[in-house]
């Protein structure tokens, strides 16, 4: 069955520091990979995915297939990146299977 | 901008009650979505319908049903609420095709089952 991994449920940074938060996933083909996230008293929303190999709000996440990882990154975290962030996996045609969470504070 | 909208952001129910939870979207959306959020469980599929009157079981089906009679529309049921099933439960919608794996969500509505 495909998974998807999120180790770690809280996660505490300063404003400034570099920010990771991590994703394992377990698929047998080309994975589809995503981040979402949901900010205080906001519906859960798109962040990125990978296949765009964007950059949105200064985060970026490369897929690593050896390692099956996804791993999200942002070089200097801000307040407003204070939120609930989930990684998801594109399962069959229409489905996403989600991970558990991490709740990203940033303390100023 | 797509909207989704969920009936109510809070209900209490009691146990035993049958309950109904409603969700709309207005972007002719061909796929919609119940999940669950659950602390340290994250998003868990219930049910997902990919058009009118098809439905399809999620990771945790048992003790729910769904109907979709117009496509904009999508109703969670619980035929006999019980405690365990107090939880977030998250509304999405989708257009079909790889193309579209966007999955835009509702407001949530927040349950409680006394």
């Known amino acids: 069955a495909q998974r998807v991994t999120q180790p770690e449920k809280l996660l505490s940074v300063f404003k400034g520091a570099p920010v990771e938060l991590k994703c394992n996933y377990s698929?047998?083909?080309?994975?589809?990979l995503f981040w979402y996230v949901q900010y205080s008293r906001q519906r859960l929303q798109l962040l990125l995915r990978h296949i765009s190999r964007e950059s949105i709000k200064g985060f970026t996440a490369d897929l690593n297939k050896g390692e099956t990882s996804f791993h999200l990154k942002k070089p200097f975290a801000q307040e407003e990146d204070s939120a609930m962030y989930y990684c998801?996996?594109?399962?069959?045609?229409?489905?996403?299977?989600f991970g558990q969470g991490t709740r990203l504070t940033i303390n100023p | 901008d797509v909207k989704v909208t969920q009936s109510s952001r809070y209900l209490v129910k009691r146990t035993g009650e049958k309950v109904f939870l409603e969700c709309v979207q207005d972007?002719?959306?061909?796929?919609m979505f119940w999940y669950r959020q659950d602390p340290g469980l994250g998003l868990r599929l219930i049910y997902f319908s990919y058009d009118v009157k098809m439905k399809e079981k999620g990771d945790i089906p048992e003790g729910y049903s769904v109907s979709r009679e117009k496509k904009e529309r999508f109703s969670l049921i619980l035929e006999s609420a019980s405690t365990n099933q107090t939880s977030m439960y998250l509304c999405a919608s989708s257009l079909q095709g790889r193309a579209y794996n966007e999955q835009f969500f509702g407001p949530g509505t927040r349950l409680t089952v006394l």
């Open positions: 998801a996996l594109r399962e069959g045609a229409q489905k996403l299977v």
């Open positions: 972007m002719d959306h061909e796929n």
């Open positions: 698929y047998s083909g080309s994975p589809e």
